[in-house]
């Protein structure tokens, strides 16, 4: 049966890919049946496993065919978004971006531009390639992504550098990612939470832009989409399967990121014990996962062990780096902007990591993204991220309280877990990045599937509810955005004669005008309540 259904989606799966592999090729440089060959089995592998995991994702839960339908649309769009802005950029950055090296050669991130670099060195060069784990390799931190980039350039695209490659792996492993999401909360939580968290997994921009880009991050998302779905799996069903998808996982995120990992175990480590009935954990659980962790830490201080860090414990290292890191980050925050510059100097210094932080779950601030005047493909990037980012706030926020209505008591709290842990990682990126309004979106996406599903809870529970809390919630956010883009415009755009607000007084407004929107709404529903019989 397994390979009659392998058969007929080969049936479109091969034009598709041939044809697809062809384009792709004709538009790129290099040996045009080359480039045909590498991109064509990229896609045929990609696809097959998408249409795999589809079928699979359709099949086990028994569901409707518009389910299935919807779960299709969501992974054409996840791949075909993230490829063709990846592709796009690639000619518009060059012509209508600045005048750097990374943007001429189509680039959107420094980051991504040297790593992709490096990796192409190294694989026309006759070095194993797991030299990328070694430390003169300075573009890639724990070097990962930068082996598989090299081992891609070299087996599949030895006579010329094609980025796109990358660009194409990164989207199919994006869409990898939003089917993961769909089979873990449609499993947890039904269809309705399942549907709208594969949805703002395939399109939010941020994804949406670092999955058109050489960057770890789309691997990162998936990587841990798929830890989460073998977790779910083994916990429900357990089934044996659920042990590769876990491995793999924790596999891909100890070699692209340790730091995540050792997140990402800690907070399903806490998510399983506070949803067991018992609040057990088995010991060969506990020990795997101390052995995780432990490996983790080890891969971590490899990778940051240098410098003023050489020789120093494990412990140490981060502790350190992390101290170190932040407090830089901030005064790099502080030196580029003139304004922050002022805010720093008539305040308390206690209040400046506070402000960081806050400044930080701001970004990419909406009005500043309108207002700024900079390039055309950089302001509309910047709007459609900022926009992003303030759909999903509020919906984080709401997610507390419907998780504080979710009846089972164990069930709430393991929600209320993974809405700590959410905030926590959210707070570290601002404080990480130096509230940057693009290193700390970037830092705060990786997380993307915890921040869906809450979004999504919130979203189920309001729709079903009709609370008018979530209305005075994102009232506040409309009400503050409105104040700031009149700030900003009257900043930027002198010709209309406004008058700047002191930054102060337009934190000390904002404060008492949303005070009053959210005092009121509490003394109005106790009103309405004694009025009831």
């Not at 791949?79 to 680039?107: E, K, N």
């Not at 991130?109 to 790593?115: L, Y």
Request: with cysteine.
């Amino acid at each position: 049966m397994a390979t009659k259904t392998f058969l007929r989606d080969l049936i479109w799966i091969a034009p598709s890919s041939l044809g697809l592999g062809a384009l792709l090729s004709a538009l790129d440089g290099g040996t045009w049946w080359i480039g045909w060959l590498a991109y064509s089995f990229l896609l045929l592998l990609g696809l097959s496993a998408l249409a795999a995991l589809w079928r699979w994702a359709c099949a086990e839960q028994g569901r409707s065919t518009g389910a299935g339908r919807t779960l299709a649309w969501m992974l054409i769009l996840a791949l075909l978004l993230r490829l063709g802005l990846g592709i796009a950029l690639t000619y518009i950055l060059p012509v209508a971006g600045y005048p750097t090296d990374v943007q001429q050669a189509g680039y959107v991130f420094k980051d991504a531009f040297g790593r992709d670099t490096q990796a192409w060195d190294l694989a026309r060069s006759i070095q194993p390639i797991w030299t990328a784990f070694d430390k003169s390799y300075s573009t890639d931190q724990y070097g990962g992504l930068l082996a598989l980039s090299a081992l891609m350039y070299r087996t599949l695209s030895p006579d010329a550098h094609r980025p796109w490659l990358i660009i194409l792996l990164s989207a199919l492993t994006a869409a990898l990612g939003v089917a993961l999401t769909w089979k873990a909360t449609r499993q947890l939580w039904g269809e309705s939470v399942a549907a709208s968290a594969a949805w703002i997994m395939a399109l939010y921009p941020e994804s949406i832009l670092q999955g058109s880009s050489q960057m770890r991050e789309p691997f990162l998302i998936t990587f841990v989409a798929m830890t989460f779905w073998g977790t779910v799996d083994w916990q429900f069903n357990h089934n044996r399967r659920a042990w590769p998808w876990l491995a793999g996982g924790l596999a891909g995120l100890l070699l692209f990121s340790p730091g995540v990992a050792i997140f990402a175990i800690l907070v399903l480590a806490g998510w399983i014990w506070l949803r067991g009935e018992h609040r057990r954990l088995s010991w060969h659980v506990v020990l795997i996962g101390a052995g995780v962790l432990l490996v983790a830490l080890l891969l971590l201080w490899v990778g940051l062990a240098r410098g003023s860090f050489a020789g120093a414990s494990p412990t140490e290292v981060v502790t350190h780096w992390l101290q170190t890191s932040t407090k830089w980050d901030i005064y790099l925050l502080e030196r580029s902007s003139g304004w922050v510059q002022e805010i720093f100097r008539h305040t308390d210094a206690r209040l400046h990591l506070p402000f960081v932080i806050g400044y930080g779950l701001a970004q990419p601030v909406l009005p500043a993204a309108i207002f700024d005047i900079t390039a055309w493909p950089w302001q509309v990037i910047g709007i459609l991220r900022a926009i992003g980012w303030y759909a999903l706030l509020p919906l984080l926020i709401i997610s507390l309280m419907a998780i504080w209505k979710t009846p089972p008591k164990n069930e709430r709290t393991a929600w209320f877990w993974l809405w700590s842990l959410t905030w926590v990682w959210i707070i570290i990126s601002a404080l990480r990045a130096g509230a940057d309004q693009w290193d700390n979106p970037r830092y705060r996406v990786i997380f993307l599937l915890w921040q869906a599903a809450l979004a999504s809870q919130a979203w189920t529970w309001w729709r079903a509810s009709k609370n008018p809390w979530p209305v005075r919630i994102l009232a506040v956010e409309l009400l503050s955005l409105a104040f700031f883009t009149e700030w900003y415009a009257s900043r930027y755009i002198t010709s209309i004669g406004l008058k700047i607000m002191p930054f102060g007084v337009m934190i000390a407004t904002i404060v008492i005008i949303n005070g009053l929107i959210l005092v009121g709404g509490w003394i109005w529903d106790c009103w309405r309540a004694s009025r009831r019989p």
